[in-house]
């Protein structure tokens, strides 16, 4: 195919923050079709990244009657993730369906299903994977640089950082706050440099401790206590079949200066590495203590033709790229599946106190 004719599905913040912007620099990219429950946000998203000929849609299910398109993105609240993504899947089209995979881990179970039996791609949006630093320390740990990695940690730590808007604060549609929103990507970042999708036994803790406060200092303004009805912040720990030991930390709003987001921390039998400033390689050599760092633009990595691009723009070139040539997405359903469903044991060992033993 000579181009790869999108729709979008929800033309929200994720929409306009990420994917249309990022699709509109993948020159095998057209985006034919933008829906949107409010039209008047598909309509401007139309007249920003669209074609003269592309169509707007307040229903789902009449763009995916279109028989033209080859791809979906899948920007809509967590609650609708699993929904959407397999009745596209059933239409014929390749799915890039953003994080977390879905709402709960049967409905994840559920999008793998659909994908393998159609046999049409499905991918996750875990852009974080992209940045150079990322892609460079994944590189380091195959390597075996780092000897066997057997304790990490996964970082996303606000400090005040509260998203006010749309449903964020929602457990219904949302399936829970910082931690499926922003913890699902240091999890994610930290099972795969560590090439490790084998859970044994997870013990987490949400709290609920700062949501209440009034007129609260926030990035994006004040929340409002009686909405916020998610966790503020949540911690785990998680233990692997090979005994390794991750300890995963999230919140939107915790008193504390050591702030981290999507970062990760490994410690290995030959050397550690970690992302608190820029990306560090520390061990010992020749009885003496050492720590590398290494310089790299965080922002951008090096891409077709040697062109540098933001992760963002290369996450969508790389899926239009596995699309067209039949490659598996470098995100794939099988490891996002695995995140989803360490986050729901995380959830269910906070409500019972209990830790959660995987099969």
Known sequence: MSKVRIGI??????????????????????????????????VDAKAKYGTEDSKVYTNY???????SIDVIHVCTPNDSHAEISIAALEAGKHVLCEKPMAKTAADARRMLEVSKRTGKKLSIGYNNRYRAD???LKDL?????????YFAKAHAIRRRAVPTWGVFLDEEKQGGGPLIDIGTHALDLVLWTMDNYKPKVVLGRTYHKLSQTE????????????????EDSAFAMITMENGATIMLESSWALNSLDIDEAKVSLS????????????????????????????????????????????????????????????????KPEQALVVSEILEAIYESARTGKAVYFE
């Open 9 to 42: 599905i929800g033309c929200g913040g994720i929409a306009n923050g990420k994917h249309l912007p990022s699709l509109a620099q993948v020159g095998q990219a057209e985006i034919v079709a933008f829906c949107d429950l409010v039209e008047e946000r598909a």
């Open 61 to 67: 299910t009449e763009l995916l009657s279109d028989s």
């Open 134 to 136: 990322s892609l460079y």
């Open 141 to 149: 740990v195959a390597a075996g640089e780092l000897g066997e990695v």
């Open 215 to 230: 007129n609260a200092a926030n990035a994006w303004g004040s929340w409002d206590p009686a909405k916020f009805t998610v």
């Open 268 to 331: 290995g039998t030959k050397a550690g590495a970690d992302m608190k400033e820029g990306l560090r390689i520390n061990g010992e050599k020749n009885s003496r203590l050492y720590v590398n760092k290494i310089e790299l633009d965080s922002g951008g990595v090096a891409f077709y033709e040697g062109t540098s691009e933001s992760p963002e723009v290369l996450e969508m070139n790389t899926w239009i790229d596995a699309v067209i040539n039949d490659k598996d997405p470098l995100v």
